[in-house]
Nanobody, 118 residues
Framework: QVQLVESGGGLVQAGGPLRLSCAASGLTFSSYAMGWFRQAPGKEREFVAAISRGGTRRYYSDSVKGRFTISRDNAKNTVYLQMNSLKPEDTAVYYC???????????WGQGTQVTVSS
């Protein structure tokens, strides 16, 4: 049974940093691309960032490029999202996802809330 468990969300002031983690189990982690998505109230879920199986390729949405960094530790079965220079519009529930390759993702976590105050 595949499980993706996000952590690290919370309340942060605008301009501050936050790091999300996603611990994966029940799958061969190094065989999966990993991604982060987010969903704000009243909006559709949107792509944030993705990383290839070996970590050599990274993809970002235009809205977070230059502020967010995705990384992974295959020895720890964990993917990270370092978020810097946060803005109130980054407020959302952030979801971790796993799949064969970006942009196809088959497994999803339950999400972690990120709230950025102005």
């Amino acid at each position: 049974q595949v499980q993706l468990v996000e952590s690290g969300g919370g309340l942060v002031q605008a301009g501050g940093p936050l790091r999300l983690s996603c611990a994966a189990s029940g799958l061969t982690f190094s065989s999966y691309a990993m991604g982060w998505f987010r969903q704000a109230p009243g909006k559709e879920r949107e792509f944030v960032a993705a990383i290839s199986r070996g970590g050599t390729r990274r993809y970002y949405s235009d809205s977070v490029k230059g502020r967010f960094t995705i990384s992974r530790d295959n020895a720890k079965n964990t993917v990270y999202l370092q978020m810097n220079s946060l803005k109130p519009e980054d407020t959302a529930v952030y979801y971790c996802a796993a799949g064969p390759a970006h942009p196809k993702f088959d497994y999803w976590g339950q999400g972690t809330q990120v709230t950025v105050s102005s």
